[in-house]
Nanobody
């Protein structure tokens, strides 16, 4: 059974940085996608980025482009979300998710494609 555990959330000041980790385990195949999503209070869940394990290619949504970086430590099976220039509107619960169904050319940023989810970690950007 695939298990995902996020960590690294917390309180950060505007324009600050924070790195989230997603420890993944239980995969029975080498090729899978890990996605990062977030949900702010009163808003729908939205995609942030994703990464494909086979080649570490990433896909990042527009609001995160240039500020957020997704990377993977294959030896530790940890996926990171490095966030810079954080703003109050980045406040949300951040989730990592995984899928082992990866037929497309790029990792998916579509939440329903992911069957495994972590418990989430709170990120609060405030002065």
């Amino acid at each position: 059974q695939v298990q995902l555990v996020e960590s690294g959330g917390g309180l950060v000041q505007p324009r600050g940085s924070l790195s989230l980790s997603c420890a993944a385990s239980g995969f029975t195949q080498e090729n899978y996608d890990i996605g990062w999503f977030r949900q702010a209070p009163g808003k729908e869940r939205e995609a942030v980025s994703c990464i494909r394990s086979s080649d570490d290619t990433t896909n990042t949504v527009d609001f995160a482009e240039g500020r957020f970086t997704t990377a993977r430590d294959s030896a530790k099976n940890i996926v990171y979300l490095h966030m810079n220039s954080l703003q109050p509107e980045d406040t949300a619960v951040y989730y990592c998710a995984a899928t082992t169904e990866v037929p497309a050319a790029h990792c998916s940023k579509y939440g329903p494609d992911y069957g495994f989810w972590g418990q989430g970690t709170q990120v609060t950007v405030s002065s």
